[in-house]
């Protein structure tokens, strides 16, 4: 029982380490990449604080080196889904009474972990897994995860500390009580920061969870599993289950007791999980709640009067960062004739300066992109655009896969703002470029907003305040995250919480208090200290 106001430390954004030639940190994350890289692991599935290897296995291979085998993950059946439900539900028995400063602390560990002992292996292991070059994995794997378990614990203490008024008669409180039930998470490849986040959240809050990664992150989620586990997460809390997903999903929204699932991954999935929930909502002991972040087709519009180098620099980092495997990448960007040639001429150079291969030569600014069926979408678009006589490609263009998935990053200049690659997302290193006339700028701004059924995030680049503001106000709707004079990724957690609508999800903000108020069900309180004992009001006298 809590005996005290407790004060969580204060939440700070963790420093991200440079990496640079010479340091510490640049020979600890090689060594633990080559540590890794020689070895093999085997992943079980994790029940019950149970690891469960069920001899039905897949390979895992880096997406730069897909011929070499980093080990293998096994795959569940139902009757292990059935398993984690049941022992997560008996976990809760006691999780969800645990007093928050406690859930507080193991969490708070975890962040910890990462931040030190765990730091390069986490790293290393996102690199080897995902295929993400230093930078990336440190700001992903490491600070990002880090700033989701720290901030957290401080938004869950703001959230128990909102308490309504009360009087000298009567004493209100709200209590936040975990769902009643069980939480689904599903989680994708790109951040291992959104798969640790996903799971660990709802935790906090007194959830329990069955943790479905995708198998294209399987390697480095056993990292974060074992995280968990020397942080002190209680057996049945957290439980990770690996196989085929729809059996998986399917036993999951069939079970009476699901409260929730929280998901990141395709539109087209969350979509189809959404209707399977609304078909089985008579079976449940309550609604459940439904936050997802899903997909993205993020633009960039710059306006006459932007500074073309900046706008350049915007595109070729939010485009081509992670093989532009972000949800929030650029993949349609709006640039305004006047300046469009010093443009093109500095993305031009820029992209020539790329270095492309393994993450472990840190002089690599691109990678491969995650698997085969993503290296295959890809090369059809890129196809396409060589063929159509309404586009042109003016960089890039080029891909193999005979070592690893590689595809140079590629730009299409195109004539039709409604072109097929400005509508679809691509979820690779390839951006399409509409050239619009300065005079049709708020033209523009009305296209940008009415093209894609996607409103995750999206950035406008002008020194004319009267261009922001019209900016801002017509794109209200078209972006959850909205970035001026800036590119249209890099979200940091507590500062730029992140999420869209549309057809980019629920817009519950990870990273900030609205998410974990999702995994909260409200009680309220009411103590009245001197109880009435006559029903008659004074109204009704004589």
């Keep these: 029982m809590s005996k005290g106001f407790f004060e969580v430390p204060v939440a700070i954004n963790e420093p991200v380490k440079s990496y640079a030639p010479g340091s510490p940190e640049r020979e600890e994350v090689l060594n633990s990449y080559k540590e890794l890289y020689n070895s093999k692991i085997n992943v079980p599935i994790y029940i019950n604080g149970e690891k469960i290897e069920t001899g039905n296995t897949k390979p895992m291979s880096p997406p730069h080196d897909h011929q070499h085998i ?20 008996e976990a809760r028995k006691k999780w969800s009474k645990m007093p ?4 507080a602390a193991i969490f708070l560990k975890a962040a910890e972990l990462i931040q030190g002992p765990y730091r390069s292996k986490i790293n290393a292991a996102t690199m080897l897994a995902q295929s993400k070059n230093i930078f990336q994995a440190e700001i992903d794997a490491a600070c990002e995860l880090i700033d989701f378990l720290r901030f957290n614990v401080q938004y869950m203490s703001e959230i128990y500390a909102e308490q309504p008024e009360s009087s000298s008669a009567a004493w209100n409180r709200v209590e936040y009580r975990p769902l009643e039930g069980f939480v689904y998470a599903i989680t994708p490849f790109n951040f291992t920061a959104i798969a640790g986040n996903l799971p660990a959240s709802a935790a906090l809050m007194g959830n329990v969870v069955v943790w479905k ?3 294209s992150q399987v390697y480095s989620a056993k990292v974060i599993m074992d995280v968990f586990e020397e942080a002190g997460v209680p057996a049945g809390v ?4 690996m196989g085929d997903p729809v059996m998986i999903t399917d036993t999951v929204l069939a079970n009476p007791d699901f409260a929730g699932i929280h998901f990141t991954g395709s539109t087209h999935v969350f979509k189809d999980i959404w ?8 079976n449940y002991k309550t609604y459940p709640r439904i936050v997802g972040e899903t997909g993205g087709k993020d633009f960039i519009v710059a306006h006459h ?4 180098q900046q706008v350049s620099t915007a595109i070729a980092r939010g485009a081509f960062e992670f093989q532009g495997q972000k949800c929030s990448a650029a993949s349609r960007i709006y640039v305004a004739k006047s300046i469009w040639p010093e443009v093109k001429d500095s993305l031009l150079a820029d992209i020539k300066s790329f270095k492309m291969g393994s993450p472990e030569d840190m002089s690599n600014f691109i990678t491969a992109v995650i698997h085969e069926a993503s290296f295959d979408k890809l090369a059809k678009y890129i196809d396409q655009a060589k063929s159509d006589e309404n586009a042109e490609i003016i960089a890039g263009g ?7 998935y590689f595809v140079e990053p590629t730009v299409i200049l195109t004539t039709d703002p409604k072109y097929t690659t400005m509508e679809t997302e691509l979820f690779g290193p390839v951006v399409t470029i509409y050239v619009y006339e300065d005079e049709k700028w708020s033209e523009t701004l009305k296209l940008v907003d009415g093209t894609s059924e996607y409103a995750l995030t999206g950035a406008v680049l002008a020194t004319d305040r009267y261009a922001i503001t019209e900016a801002t106000d017509v794109l209200q709707n078209a972006a959850g995250n909205f970035y001026i004079n800036d590119k249209c990724t890099g979200a940091v957690v507590g500062q730029q919480p992140f999420g869209g609508a549309r057809a980019s999800g629920t817009n519950d903000k990870a990273g900030s208090a609205l998410n974990l108020l999702r995994w909260a069900s409200p009680r309220l309180i009411k103590e009245t200290f001197v109880t009435p004992v006559d029903y008659r009001y004074p109204f009704l006298g004589e």
């Design 100 to 103: 928050w400063e406690h859930r």
């Design 398 to 404: 080029n891909y193999d896969k005979t070592k690893g």
């Design 305 to 308: 009067t932007a500074n073309p």
């Design 275 to 282: 209707a399977k929930i609304g078909a089985n909502i008579h």
């Design 238 to 241: 957290i439980n990770m289950v």
């Design 70 to 89: 980093l080990g293998e993950y096994h795959l569940a059946e139902k009757s292990h889904i059935d398993s984690a439900i049941s022992t997560a539900l």
């Design 213 to 215: 990664p995708s198998d």
